[in-house]
C-alpha cells in the first residue's frame, strides 16, 4: 500500500469531520489509516488508539486542536510523511516550524475541501 493517508483525532461519530473525511477518502481508493482515542471502524478502515508504526504513510491530516497535538509530534516525525494537513480549528504554527526543519511539509487547509476540488 503506497500514498497511505493518516487521519489522526479520527472518530467512529458519523457527524464528526473526521469521520466523514475517512469516508471521502475511501470513496476515492486513497489507502487511509486512521487514529482515534476509540477503537472501531468507519466502513473499512479499522481505528486505532495506540500509535501503531505505520509505512508508508505520505500524508498526515490533523483533527486535535493544536495542545492535543503535542504528544503526537514525536510519533508524526518518526512516520516522516510527505505532509502533514492542519484542519481547520488544528492550526498550530509551532509544529509547522518543527515540521519544515525536517523538511515535511504542511499545509493549513480542509482535507474535506481538497477532495472536492481534486486539489488533495
Do not use: W
Not at 500500500?1 to 473525511?21: D, H, Q
Not at 492550526?91 to 499545509?107: D, P, T
Amino acid at each position: 500500500m503506497k500514498n497511505v493517508t493518516l487521519v489522526i483525532g479520527a472518530s467512529l461519530n458519523p457527524n464528526r469531520y473526521s469521520n466523514i473525511v475517512i469516508k471521502r477518502l475511501r470513496g476515492k481508493k486513497i489507502p487511509t489509516k486512521a487514529l482515534g482515542l476509540k477503537k472501531g471502524e468507519v466502513l473499512d478502515v479499522r481505528i486505532d488508539n495506540e500509535k501503531l508504526h505505520y509505512e508508508n504513510i505520505d500524508t498526515v491530516t490533523l483533527y486535535l486542536n493544536s495542545k492535543r497535538q503535542e504528544e503526537y509530534y514525536d510519533y508524526i516525525l518518526k512516520l516522516k510523511p510527505r505532509r502533514v494537513i492542519f484542519n481547520p480549528g488544528s492550526e498550530n504554527l509551532a509544529f509547522v516550524k518543527l515540521l519544515q526543519g525536517c523538511s515535511i511539509q504542511s499545509e493549513i487547509a480542509c482535507t474535506l475541501v481538497l477532495l472536492a476540488t481534486s486539489q488533495y
